[in-house]
C-alpha cells in the first residue's frame, strides 16, 4: 500500500497502536527489529532510530557502529497474532547513517537501485514467489524434532494431509498484512507445504518474502509445530525451493510470452541474461552448504537450460494465459536474501538485454534422464558451496553490484561456514546444528 507518514501516523493514533516494530534484514536475509512504543514514531521518521550495527554480522565494525532505521511508510502492516488491544504494527526500514546517508550495505538499498535502473531503461520487472517450507513436531519440551508432521503427499488433502489448517492460518493472515497468496497446497514431501503469492514489483515481492517466513513461523509455533525453511531437510525426500517468477514489462505491455517462437528479443535476452550469470550468482541464491544437496533431484536443476513447461530446467516458460506469462527461475532456495537475490536476477536480466545475448536454443529433454551427450554439451551449476565462493569472488558482474566491504564479508562468512563443513566429523550433524532450527 502506498500509506504516507502522515497516513501511517493517523492510523496508530486512531487505532489503539501501542507498539511498532521497526524491521530490516541483515544481509543473509534474517529478519531482525526494534520495538518502539507508539509514542516514538514520529521521531523514527524524522530522525531514525539507531541500533548497534557492530552486532548484526556483517554491517560494521565496532569503532564505527551507529546505524539508524528509518521507516518506511509504504509498508505498514498490523501483526494479527499480537493482542488486539494495545496493538502491534510492522514497518520494514531503511537502513542510513546518522547525516542520513544510505548504507550501502542495505540490500533493500541493493534492490532498489536495480528496480530503478530497470525503470531508467524503459522497463518493470514484476515478481512472484513460490515458496516450499516443512512443518515437524516438537519434542515435549518444545524443541524442533526431526519428525514431519503428517507423511501425505503432493495436493493430498484431510485427513491424510494435517497441515491444511494452518495453510489456511497463514494465508488468512497473509490477507489481514496486505500480502495477497494465491495458491497454497501439500508438496511430496511428508510435512511440506508450498503457498504462491501474485506477483508485485520486486521490492514489495522481497519485503512480502520476509513477512510470508515470519508468519510461517508464528503460525507454526502456535500450534505446537517447528517451521523449517532449510533447503534439504531430508536426504531422501524432495527439497524446499523458492521458485522465482519474473515478468519483464514495458510500456505496461508483458513482453513475455508461453508460446514457442514468440518471444520478443528483449524478453529472450532479459532470459539470456540470467543463464549467462547464474553459475556466478548461485551463492547468493543457494547460500548454504545444504543448499547443494537439494539441486539434481526431485524438479531441482542442475544445469543451466532453459525451456517450456519443462520442470527439469534451470529456467522454464509455464503453461499460461497473456497476462500471465513469465520465466520460472527452479534453482533458487529459502535460504536465500531475497534482496539480494532479486536485484542480481534484475541486473543481470538487464546486463543480457544491454549485451544483446542470444538465447541459447531450448533443451526440451528431462534432464534427470539425459544422455551422457547432452550432459556434455551444457554448464552444470556450482557442485558446493565452495565453487559458489570462487564463483563468485572471480565474478567482475557480481562485484559492480554489491559494495566491496558487503561482498567481502558475505564472501569472509560463507568461506568459514564451508571450511567448518568441511573440518566436521558429521557434515550432517553439522547441517543439522547449523540450519534446521535457524532458516
Known amino acids: 500500500m502506498n500509506y504516507t507518514v502522515n497516513e501511517v501516523l493517523q492510523y496508530v493514533c486512531e487505532n489503539d497502536v501501542k ?17 518502539i512504543m507508539a509514542s516514538e514514531l514520529p521521531r523514527a521518521f524524522s ?20 546505524l539508524f532505521l528509518f521507516p518506511d511508510p509504504g509498508t505498514l502492516a498490523v501483526l494479527p497474532w499480537r493482542p488486539q488491544t494495545g496493538r502491534v504494527v510492522r514497518l520494514f526500514c531503511d537502513i542510513r547513517f546518522a547525516d542520513k546517508t544510505p548504507f ?3 540490500g533493500r ?17 514484476q515478481i512472484g514467489s513460490e515458496c516450499e517450507f516443512y512443518l515437524f513436531e516438537t519434542d515435549e519440551k518444545g524443541k524442533p524434532a526431526m519428525i514431519p508432521f503428517d507423511n501425505a503427499g503432493y495436493l493430498d488433502i484431510a485427513p491424510l494431509d494435517k497441515c491444511e489448517n494452518i495453510r489456511r492460518e497463514i494465508c488468512l493472515t497473509l490477507e489481514e498484512m496486505d500480502v495477497i497468496p494465491e495458491a497454497s497446497h501439500h508438496e511430496q514431501g511428508p510435512g511440506q507445504n508450498e503457498i504462491d503469492f501474485k506477483y508485485s514489483d520486486a521490492l514489495a515481492a522481497a519485503d512480502n518474502l520476509i513477512t510470508f517466513k515470519n508468519a510461517v513461523r508464528t503460525a507454526a509455533a502456535r500450534s505446537g509445530l517447528h517451521a523449517s525453511f532449510m533447503p534439504k531437510p531430508f536426504p531422501d525426500k524432495s527439497g524446499s525451493g523458492l ?37 556466478e550468482i548461485t551463492l ?37 494465459h497473456s497476462e500471465f506469462a513469465r520465466m520460472e527461475l527452479r534453482s533458487p532456495d529459502p535460504s536465500c536474501n531475497p534482496y539480494i537475490a532479486f536485484a542480481l536476477l534484475i541486473y543481470a536480466g538487464l546486463d543480457g538485454i544491454h549485451q544483446l545475448t542470444p538465447l541459447p536454443k531450448p533443451v526440451n529433454q528431462n534432464m534427470y534422464r539425459a544422455d551422457e551427450e547432452t550432459l556434455r554439451s551444457v554448464k552444470a551449476l556450482p557442485a558446493d558451496l565452495g565453487e559458489s565462493i570462487r564463483l563468485a569472488g572471480e565474478s567482475d558482474f557480481v562485484r559492480r553490484i554489491l559494495p566491496e566491504a558487503t561482498l567481502s564479508k558475505y564472501l569472509a562468512v560463507k568461506k568459514a561456514q564451508w571450511e567448518t563443513y568441511l573440518a566436521a566429523e558429521d557434515q550432517q550433524a553439522f547441517e543439522h546444528d547449523a540450519y534446521f532450527r535457524l532458516l
Open 284 to 320: 547468493f541464491l543457494n547460500p548454504t552448504t545444504n543448499s547443494y544437496k537439494r539441486l539434481g533431484q526431485f524438479e531441482a536443476p542442475r544445469y543451466i537450460t532453459w525451456s517450456h513447461e519443462n520442470r527439469s530446467q534451470l529456467i522454464r516458460i509455464p503453461a499460461a
Open 104 to 106: 550501502a550495505g542495505d
Open 243 to 279: 521458485h522465482v517468477n519474473m515478468s519483464l514489462f514495458k510500456n505496461g505491455a508483458n513482453l513475455f510470452t508461453n508460446n514457442p517462437g514468440e518471444h520478443c528479443r528483449e524478453a529472450e535476452s532479459f532470459i539470456a541474461g540470467i543463464l549467462n550469470r547464474a553459475a
Open 47 to 66: 530522525d531514525g532510530i539507531s541500533f548497534d550495527a557492530s552486532a548484526v554480522e556483517g554491517f560494521l565494525n565496532v569503532e564505527k557502529s551507529d
Open 109 to 125: 538499498l541493493v534492490l532498489k537501485k536495480a528496480a530503478e535502473q530497470a525503470a531508467a531503461l524503459g522497463y518493470s520487472v
Open 19 to 35: 507498539f511498532v516494530r521497526l524491521a530490516f534484514c541483515d544481509m543473509f536475509g534474517t529478519q531482525k527489529n526494534i520495538a
